[in-house]
T-cell receptor, first 116, second 118 residues
Framework: EPEVTQTPSHQVTQMGQEVILRCVPI?????FYWYRQILGQKVEFLVS????????KSEIFDDQFSVERPDGSNFTLKIRSTKLEDSAMYFC??????????????FGPGTRLTVL | AQKVTQAQTEISVVEKEDVTLDCVYE???????LFWYKQPPSGELVFLIRRNSFDEQNEISGRYSWNFQKSTSSFNFTITASQVVDSAVYFC???????????????FGKGTKLTVNP
């Protein structure tokens, strides 16, 4: 069964460093998302991406964040200058369609980011 | 604005008991979608079910069942004859129909941690 994959599973970085989290969505999906979950808290939406552009972003997704689909399979989240409060589990998700109907979003296993 | 409330933060049951996880939602849209996801101790988010706002039929899948009631804005999840492997955090989530100006982002509740003891 197709699944969303994410790498790395765990990333440790120093405050102020740049990190890139990688995701490979399900191959025929068109809509891509990043969410984050601070330890013990609820899952929060960061950004949605369709047709090579951001379709929606949350207040959390400030200028330090960016997303890219560099090729036909990868979807990345970059944090330019990490802060301690960026420590969280980051989930990538993809869905087959959007528009008038919201399709199910399937999530990857997550990348645990630890900022020291 | 969308909101999902899962009032039960933690529930503990003994194996074979039935357990119901509550979910109450708020939205101004007439078209919306409700979801349940399971997060086992390993951390991934596993999709369980998706319902749209026009389909109020209850659904049963094995030991799992869902009760969707628009009149009370609730979408409750029942596990029958619980097992230790059901131990996880369960999240209820809501999205709207983007074609009507809403957002397809998922808005999650805070989750209910279910512990099933042997």
């Amino acid at each position: 069964e197709p699944e969303v994959t994410q790498t790395p599973s765990h990333q440790v970085t120093q405050m102020g460093q740049e990190v890139i989290l990688r995701c490979v969505p399900i191959s025929n999906h068109l809509y891509f998302y990043w969410y984050r979950q601070i330890l013990g808290q609820k899952v929060e939406f960061l950004v949605s991406f369709y047709n090579n552009e951001i379709s929606e972003k949350s207040e959390i997704f400030d200028d330090q964040f960016s997303v890219e689909r560099p090729d036909g399979s990868n979807f990345t989240l970059k944090i330019r200058s990490t802060k301690l409060e960026d420590s969280a589990m980051y989930f990538c998700a993809s869905s087959g369609r959007g528009g008038w109907s919201t399709d199910t979003q399937y999530f990857g296993p997550g990348t645990r980011l630890t900022v020291l | 604005a969308q909101k999902v409330t899962q009032a039960q933060t933690e529930i503990s049951v003994v194996e074979k008991e039935d357990v119901t996880l509550d979910c109450v939602y708020e939205t101004r849209d007439t078209t919306y979608y409700l979801f349940w996801y399971k997060q086992p101790p390993s951390g991934e988010l596993v999709f369980l079910i998706r319902r749209n706002s026009f389909d109020e039929q209850n659904e049963i899948s094995g030991r799992y069942s869902w009760n969707f009631q628009k009149s009370t804005s609730s979408f409750n999840f029942t596990i029958t004859a619980s097992q230790v492997v059901d131990s996880a955090v369960y999240f209820c989530a809501l999205s709207e129909a983007p074609g009507q100006g809403g957002s397809e982002k998922l808005v999650f509740g805070k989750g209910t941690k279910l512990t099933v003891n042997p």
